[in-house]
């Protein structure tokens, strides 16, 4: 069965500094991943996925098949990233239903 | 078209009785999930359609609870004689057709079930 681990509840970092949450998965096939993100009060939102290799708002993150691993990184962390944040994947054959990790809260202070 | 919406968004019950929450997705979509959130965990899987029809149902869920999609649009969750361990956010989310579109949440219904 799929899985999606994310072993940090919470990173409290300072404006500029470097962020990088983490993310390792475990699933037989060839997921998909992405990264969700939940800003306060706000409704849950797709922030990036794997497939399209882009950097959204300064975060990228690198699928390594090898350590299984699909952690989100961003140089200077800006206040307004503080949120909660979900690493998911999709598997199966319809690829459609996403597996969520438990997310890690980011706190950016001043 | 603002996004999709869920109504209601808080729902207090009390154990024993019954419940039903309703999902409106994106027009265009097709595909419509149901998801389930409870404190200090991510979103886990209970059910999707395409169009009208149940596809996927997760071993989470319980005979209890039923899900429907009568005419490919809105979708109702309901779960009867509800219990404490139901109380949990019920997200809802739709997206496209192709495998692996990406998936647009609702707000949510948070059910408490004293």
């Known amino acids: 069965a799929q899985r999606v681990t994310q072993p940090e509840k919470l990173l409290s970092v300072f404006k500029g500094a470097p962020v990088e949450l983490k993310c390792n998965y475990s699933y037989s096939g060839s997921p998909e991943l992405f990264w969700y993100v939940q800003y306060s009060r706000q409704r849950l939102q797709l922030l990036l996925r794997?497939?399209s290799r882009e950097s959204i708002k300064g975060f990228t993150a690198d699928l390594n098949k090898g350590e299984t691993s699909f952690h989100l990184k961003k140089p200077f962390a800006q206040e307004e990233d503080s949120a909660m944040y979900y690493c998911a994947l999709t598997s199966g054959s319809g690829y459609s239903t996403l597996t969520f990790g438990k997310g890690t809260m980011l706190l950016v202070s001043p | 078209d603002t996004g999709v919406s869920q109504d209601p968004r808080h729902k207090i019950t009390k154990r024993g009785q019954n419940v039903t929450f309703r999902c409106d997705p994106i027009?265009?979509?097709?595909?419509l999930y149901w998801y389930r959130q409870t404190l200090g965990q991510g979103p886990e899987f209970l059910t999707y359609f395409q169009n009208e029809a149940q596809l996927e149902k997760s071993r989470l869920l319980s005979d209890r609870f039923s899900a429907e999609r009568p005419k490919g649009s809105f979708s109702t969750l309901e779960i009867q004689r509800t219990e404490q361990g139901d109380s949990a956010m019920y997200l809802c989310a739709s997206s496209f057709l192709v495998a692996g579109s990406t998936q647009y949440f609702g707000p949510g219904t948070r059910l408490t079930v004293t």
């Open positions: 027009s265009e979509h097709n595909r």
């Open positions: 794997h497939i």
